[in-house]
């Protein structure tokens, strides 16, 4: 039986996971317009996005040491506080580098209510039925924030103002602190006189951090030499911190976890399929917007099939893990997810009503495996190790999603240039970058969008790759046996 208590803190946490990822996507298409109000060029204007990711992926990182320091409540209450606080401050900018900053403060908080939602739903609901329902809501919620962020965004900055975005969090935070209840404590492990090692966190999270920042910013520099080099020294760092904090008595993020070959398959399983959901996300925004022709508005009504399809498969998947089992619900919804990218042909004569269907499917399929890949990740460590889990859940999910978009925007822009250089147009980065953005691309002649439909293609094809390999690693874990 599920108390109201219960019911009630998770409702506020569940409200401040989906803010939180939300706000990750929520300016993506409305960088033009920031660029054009603030007078700054687009390529600048991107740091907005960049501070948030990085604050947050800081935040993740810190999450487990952060709670058994100062308990779950207190973290997760000033965390509500503290985005509320940097929605405003963002609100309220007047110039780029206010609203950089106050999105890096916002980044913080977000990353920390994402990880200390998902472990606080199992530590508050125990029974195996319970965590499965209250995850299957939340993820159904949460879920389609990825694909709300970018229409929206669009639509209320194209309609209204960039700033209503952040006005929109102060009520939703309000509310969540009105609900949340100091029974997180209770459940928590909290040692009040653990130390925090000072600079072992911070050089794990400085690496992490530049990881993604490299990710994330290298393809504006179309992968030079340079580029490289960092991304090739931020990862050799990641690792030789990793391997620090195992020959330390205190842990920050506890990697030594992942010496259970059981949850890190599932993690290297999570990764992959956090890369073909950003891609079969942002293969939809393209097409929408280079075959079709579609606005945020249009291409909000095109998205929204792919999360309606999440929302209604979130009530039955629980039913079909406790009856088939996990292994069997992630494998029907890997076989859902192939036969979606089978189902789209994609060529100039394409239609909106071809895509119905597969996106059918792929929402479907996206709950058939998150929800128990999820489950099967969180049910293997102690109740004092959940944070810590979660945390590295969502560092393997960001790593996912950040490799598909570096993926995407790389064939993006080489289209781009690749179509400037044959039409002899003057090649500069500002305007391919500036053509490259996903739902603003002002390129519409047809020799561009069979250059896009290539990368689409693409896109497509490397969907199918990695759900195969998804399918063989399922295989490999042999979950039922575990």
């Known amino acids: 039986m599920i108390k109201s208590n219960d019911v009630k803190t998770i409702t506020a946490m569940a409200i401040c996971m989906f803010l939180a990822i939300l706000d990750i996507h929520l300016l993506s298409s409305s960088l033009p317009t920031l660029s054009v109000e603030l007078g700054y060029s687009l390529e600048e204007t991107t740091q907005v996005q960049t501070s948030y990711l990085v604050a947050e992926i800081i935040s ?55 990880s200390l939602c998902m472990a606080s739903t199992y530590l508050i609901f125990t029974e195996n039925g319970q965590q499965l329902s209250v995850s299957a ?42 609900l949340m209840k100091s029974k997180l404590d209770s459940i928590s492990v909290r040692d009040s006189k653990f130390n925090i090692p000072i600079k072992l966190t911070l050089l794990i999270a400085a690496c992490f951090s530049m990881v993604f920042f490299v990710l994330e910013e290298g393809v504006k520099y179309f992968w030079s030499k340079e580029a490289m080099i960092i991304l090739i020294g931020s990862l ?22 992942l010496k259970n070959t059981k949850l890190t398959s599932l993690m290297l399983m999570l990764m992959i399929f956090s890369m073909t959901h950003f891609m079969y996300l942002y293969m939809l925004i393209l097409l929408g917007n280079d075959l079709f022709d579609m606005g945020p508005k249009d291409i909000s009504h095109l998205l929204i099939i792919t999360g309606l399809a999440q929302i209604i498969s979130s009530f039955f998947v629980p ?6 089992g996990m292994f069997t619900t992630t494998a029907i919804g890997i076989g859902l997810l192939i ?28 709950m058939f495996m998150v929800i128990p890949m999820q489950n099967m990740i969180m049910q293997i460590p102690s109740a ?7 945390s590295i859940f969502n560092i393997f999910k960001n790593l996912g999603g950040a490799i598909a978009i570096a993926f995407i925007n790389t064939l993006i822009i080489f289209a781009t240039l690749t179509y400037q250089k044959a039409s002899e147009q003057t090649v500069s980065n500002e305007n391919i970058y500036r053509n490259s953005q996903f739902i603003n691309s002002s ?32 295989y490999l874990t042999q979950w039922s046996k575990k």
């Not at 929206?152 to 969540?176: D, H, K, Y």
């Not at 039913?319 to 088939?324: D, G, I």
């Open 60 to 114: 993740i990182v810190l999450a487990g040491i952060l709670t058994t320091k100062f308990g779950i409540y207190k973290v997760y209450i000033l965390s509500i506080i503290l985005f509320a606080i940097a929605s405003f401050m963002c609100l309220a900018s007047l110039n780029l580098e206010m609203l950089i900053f106050s999105r890096a403060i916002q980044g913080l908080a977000g990353g920390a209510l994402i």
């Open 137 to 178: 809501s939340i993820s159904s919620l949460t879920t389609i924030a990825p694909i709300l962020g970018p229409v929206v965004g669009g639509v209320i900055s194209e309609f209204i103002s960039w700033r209503i975005l952040f006005l929109i969090n102060i009520p939703f935070c309000v509310v969540a602190l009105i």
């Open 236 to 257: 050799w760092l990641t690792v030789l911190s990793i391997k620090m904090e195992s020959n330390s008595k205190v842990k920050v993020v506890k990697f030594e976890l």
């Open 319 to 324: 039913s079909c893990c406790r009856k088939l």
């Open 339 to 366: 036969l979606s990218v089978l189902l789209i042909d994609i060529d100039m004569n394409t239609q909106t009503h071809d895509l119905f269907i597969p996106q059918i499917l792929r929402g479907t399929s996206f």
């Open 384 to 390: 004092e190790n959940k944070v810590f889990v979660s």
């Open 443 to 474: 390129l519409i002649e047809a020799n561009f969008r069979v250059e896009q439909l290539s990368s689409i293609t693409i896109i497509n094809q490397a969907i199918l790759f990695l759900s195969l390999i998804l399918f063989s690693m399922l």
